[in-house]
């Protein structure tokens, strides 16, 4: 088999969360453009549904989901084993931040960024593997962690954020042993700052934006392309021996 071959993913179906945007929406472009039926799940069903159109019916549909609910994640991918019959490709995406000092964090707000972060996307991956476990033939699955999941070093607070995403980190690890026997692999990339609208108005800080590029060996933010190519990578069979890892896109920054 060829790199080029080894790529392509003819006929599988990936679900994408927090697909409506930003890495998710990239990822969901990149996927559909190599093979895959491609299910955008995001809280806002209707701009995944509306993100859907423009990848073409055949290969994309909009999904409601939303994460942090059990209820809500078993719905979802009954939905998605109704109506594709199978599911080989989990992008566990959807996050959330809420930057503030840890003294000033509410015991509720670091509730929602674990909700999110960490427990919707366990909820997700086991929702994933038995789907794929019914199938089968095994599956991929690519979690989204962060370079703040390998480094204390944040540039602001972000307790809450920096946590889950060390949970993520070690989850991928453990998932990868468990489901191995199955024919599940379990990823991970870990984005450095990445130009979406996740970053909000850390954009607007000229200072932290150079701060950033400072502390970047490469200088500048992540194209959110760059993180879907990564991901795809994870999730193909171009990376059939790799399990349990967490990729770095992040321009350098944790090799200092």
């Known amino acids: 088999m060829t790199m080029l071959s080894a ?36 809280l806002d069903g209707e701009a995944a549904a509306r993100e859907a159109a423009t990848l073409g019916d055949v290969r994309a549909r909009g999904l409601a989901l939303d994460v942090s609910s059990e209820a809500s994640v078993r719905h979802g ?29 509410t015991l509720d707000d670091w509730d929602a960024v674990v909700a999110v972060n960490m427990t919707g996307a366990f909820l997700c991956a086991r929702a994933a593997a038995a789907l794929m476990m019914r199938g089968g033939a095994g599956g991929a699955i690519v979690n989204t962690a962060s370079i703040m999941g390998l480094s204390g070093g944040g540039l602001y607070p972000n307790i809450s954020y920096q946590t889950t995403k060390g949970a993520i980190v ?23 700052w990445t130009r979406t609208a996740f970053i909000g108005q850390l954009e607007e800080n000229a200072d932290l934006m150079r701060r950033i590029r400072e502390v970047t060996p490469l200088g500048r933010l992540a194209e959110p392309e760059e993180v879907a190519h990564a991901i795809a990578f ?13 990729l770095a896109v992040d321009g350098g920054f944790l090799a200092q």
């Open 7 to 42: 790529l392509r993913m003819e006929g599988k179906v990936a679900l994408v969360t927090g697909a409506a945007q930003g890495i998710g929406l990239a990822t969901c472009a990149v996927l559909a453009e190599l093979g895959c039926r491609v299910v955008l799940a995001d």
């Open 234 to 246: 994870l999730a193909s069979p171009a990376s059939s021996m790799t399990t349990g890892h967490t």
């Open 77 to 105: 991918f009954k939905t998605v084993e109704d109506g594709e019959g199978r599911l080989d490709i989990l992008i566990n995406n959807a996050g959330r931040a809420i930057r503030r000092p840890s003294l000033e964090l």
């Open 170 to 192: 070690n989850m991928t690890r453990a998932l990868a042993v468990e489901w191995a026997g199955h024919g599940i692999r379990v990823n991970a990339v870990a984005p450095t």
